[in-house]
């Protein structure tokens, strides 16, 4: 897990969420939409605002 600014995730980050295109401008563009929408924060939305970037590993899959 990795808490960084928005405009500093990665584009690595971006590809394995797997959303639209997988582009980093993809990402940027509908995160950037839905925070603005539904942020609490009365600051709104901001290029620095801090992400949380986590990283899932399967380890095994079940065979049921």
């Known amino acids: 897990v ?3 600014p928005f ?3 990665p584009e690595s980050h971006a590809f394995a969420e797997g959303e639209g295109d997988r ?3 993809y990402w ?3 995160h950037e939409c839905y925070w ?3 942020s609490e924060n009365p600051t709104g939305f901001k290029p620095d605002i801090p992400v949380v970037c986590e990283q899932l590993r ?3 899959v079940s065979a049921h």
Do not use: G, N, Y
Request: avoid cysteine; aromatic fraction near 0%; proline fraction near 0%.
């Open 2 to 4: 990795d808490i960084i």
């Open 7 to 9: 405009d500093d995730v």
């Open 23 to 25: 582009s980093l401008a």
């Open 28 to 30: 940027r563009e509908a």
């Open 36 to 38: 603005r929408e539904h």
């Open 58 to 60: 399967l380890l095994r």
